[in-house]
């Protein structure tokens, strides 16, 4: 059964810093994994989709990279911002024809001006 | 991308009753997905609604409690029935487009 597991599970920061989030899952066999941003009371937002045979993917100041072998994903935020303060939640899927994702318990960062 | 809309954002209910959600996707696609998130929690999917067959229930998810329709391709509705305060969550539609996942922006269930 494929768990998923992210640290910390919150984090403060002062502006500006670059940061690391982390996500771990127990099974290796997956089809592609996606980070979402998730602001409080709202829906998730797609940040980054990084399929099985990728290494990483960047858009903006957020890079996300994949270690299928060690069950392995972060997400790293350049250069952090107030408005980047969110939870930050990353999912893997199974295979191809299915939209179940396992998501793990998410990060909540909270940006310091 | 994906457009995705539900109603209503928000309710509040009283135990026993059934509160039926909508959600409206910006173009046709095969499967539609439900989620729940309880407070707290992460994400947990519901089912799945195919267009023309019935929907396919994740374990511990029976239709008798969650009766989802799926009239056509840009469509889909969720049912919470005979509600307890156990099902104050945040529930969510979901699609999928190029192998991207994308989500409405929830409905959030208060029962008392």
């Known amino acids: 059964k494929q768990e998923v597991t992210q640290i910390p599970a919150a984090l403060s920061v002062p502006e500006g810093e670059n940061l690391v989030l982390n996500c771990s899952f127990t099974?290796?066999?997956?089809?592609?994994l996606q980070w979402f941003r998730q602001d409080p009371g709202k829906g998730l937002t797609s940040l980054l989709l990084?399929?099985?045979?990728?290494r990483e993917q960047t858009s903006g100041r957020l890079n996300a990279s994949l270690d299928k072998s060690s069950g392995r994903s972060t997400l790293y935020i350049a250069a952090s911002q107030p408005g980047d303060s969110a939870t930050y939640l990353c999912?893997?899927?199974?295979?191809?024809?299915?939209?179940?994702?396992?998501f793990g318990q998410g990060t909540t960062l909270q940006v310091k001006p | 991308s994906a457009v995705i809309s539900q109603k209503p954002s928000r309710d509040i209910c009283q135990r026993g009753t059934s509160l039926t959600i909508q959600c409206q996707v910006d173009?046709?696609?095969?499967?539609m997905f439900w989620y729940r998130q309880q407070p707290g929690q992460s994400l947990t999917l519901i089912a799945t609604?195919?267009?023309?067959?019935?929907?396919?229930?994740e374990s511990g998810f029976v239709i008798d409690k969650f009766p989802i329709s799926r009239p056509n391709l840009t469509f889909s509705t969720l049912t919470v029935s005979n509600m307890s305060p156990e099902d104050s969550s945040i529930y969510l539609c979901?699609?999928?487009?190029?192998?991207?996942?994308?989500f409405g922006p929830g409905t959030r269930l208060t029962v008392l």
């Open positions: 979901s699609v999928v487009r190029a192998d991207e996942q994308f």
């Open positions: 099974d290796s066999a997956i089809y592609n």
């Open positions: 990084i399929q099985s045979s990728q």
């Open positions: 999912a893997v899927k199974g295979s191809s024809n299915t939209g179940k994702l396992i």
């Open positions: 173009s046709q696609v095969t499967m």
């Open positions: 609604a195919n267009q023309g067959s019935e929907a396919t229930y």
